[in-house]
């Protein structure tokens, strides 16, 4: 088994930056490409940001490109969101997500293990 552990969620204005981590314990030899999701209250989860094991590859959902920045340092197995330039609309719990394929996806289905969310709240 795999657990994800998310944290460093807050509250912040819009404009301002926050950096989420998601620690990895268990079974990580079996974890290779990661990625973030949210949701928003009344609203379907949705993709934020993916990155390939070795981080060479990442992609992004084109909401937070520009401003979000995936990373992970495998040595700690973990994966970081850095989120700057921070919109109200980015108030969401944020998902951190592993599989064991080392393609990038943007599907929930395709991911085999998830944390519990961390709560971001962008005030205005």
């Known amino acids: 088994q795999v657990q994800l552990v998310e944290s460093g969620g807050g509250s912040v204005q819009a404009g301002g930056s926050l950096s989420l981590s998601c620690a990895a314990s268990g079974r990580t030899f079996s974890i290779s490409a990661m990625g973030w999701f949210r949701q928003a209250p009344g609203k379907e989860r949705e993709f934020v940001a993916a990155?390939?094991?070795?981080?060479?590859?990442?992609t992004y959902a084109d909401s937070v490109k520009g401003r979000f920045t995936i990373f992970r340092d495998n040595a700690k197995n973990t994966v970081y969101l850095q989120m700057n330039i921070l919109k109200p609309e980015d108030t969401a719990a944020y998902y951190c997500?592993?599989?064991?394929?080392?393609?990038?996806?943007?599907?929930?289905?395709?991911?085999?293990?998830w944390g519990q969310g961390t709560q971001v709240t962008v005030s205005s």
């Open positions: 990155i390939s094991w070795s981080g060479g590859r990442t």
């Open positions: 997500a592993a599989r064991r394929a080392d393609s990038l996806s943007i599907a929930q289905n395709d991911y085999d293990n």
